[in-house]
């Protein structure tokens, strides 16, 4: 599929879940190629005026900049703790509407919104659909620098073959909290969940990119059109 076609499927799927916005949301506003669509139709709607008094709580410090360039207003958690609708990509997803994310590095905000949010809706192309979590992605890890080759060794005594985040100069990737990214290669997950606690149990492990009961809505958009599945 080239990139012209991919990017269609995007803004699709990025529509069919703008839809869902209404006028006088707190909007949650993801990380991402394809967030950043809806981020764009929302703008649109904005400036059209169809869609009004709508606040968004970015993801990351590069989506509150596009929302910004946008001129999509923005708030925070602190002013809005309860966020009406949230729309996120994700990385790979499978038939339980659990979801890898943090391919970008934003997993830890993106979680805490998608936590706030009533409605987590999440937006792919048909490419990102697997029979099961792993196997077409990494799974990203958010950890802390401190105990770093423990936290690594205590990820592979799990299964997984992990590699440290790092930029295209070979410096390590920090989060947006400074953090590190170990990419955790499980191969096909039999059981999200047992990998989810174990992870979650360890001291310096910040989180994890597995999103297991948060997704509420699922827009997948191919070439034969949308398809919308709810939880």
């Excluded at 764009?40 to 910004?68: F, K, N, Y």
């Excluded at 499978?94 to 993106?110: C, F, H, M, S, T």
């Excluded at 047992?194 to 509420?216: K, Q, Y």
């Amino acid at each position: 599929m080239q990139i012209h076609e991919i990017d269609s499927l995007k803004r699709q799927a990025a529509e069919a879940a703008v839809a869902h916005v209404e006028s006088g949301m707190i909007v949650g506003l993801g990380a991402g190629s394809t967030a950043l669509k809806a981020l764009e139709c929302i703008a649109e709607r904005l400036a059209m005026g169809t869609l009004t008094g709508i606040l968004g709580v970015p993801c990351s410090d590069q989506v509150a900049a596009d929302a910004r360039r946008l001129a999509v207003p923005l708030t925070t958690l602190e002013c809005h703790p309860r966020i009406d609708l949230t729309v996120d990509g994700a990385d790979e997803v499978d038939p339980q509407l659990r979801v890898i994310k943090g391919g970008g590095g934003a997993l830890l905000r993106e979680k805490i919104v998608a936590q706030a949010s009533k409605r987590e809706i999440i937006i792919v192309d048909e490419r990102k659909l697997s029979a099961r979590l792993g196997e077409k992605w990494a799974l990203p890890v958010e950890a802390l620098s401190f105990g770093l080759r423990a936290h690594v060794e205590y990820i592979e005594r799990l299964g997984a073959a992990v590699e440290v985040r790092t930029r295209a100069d070979g410096s390590p990737f920090r989060t947006d909290s400074g953090n590190l990214i170990l990419d955790c290669q499980f191969g096909p997950m039999e059981d999200p969940e047992r990998i989810a606690g174990a992870l979650e149990r360890r001291a310096g492990v910040v989180e994890h990119g597995l999103f297991l009961d948060l997704v509420t809505d699922l827009i997948v958009a191919s070439p034969a059109g949308t398809q919308h599945r709810s939880r």
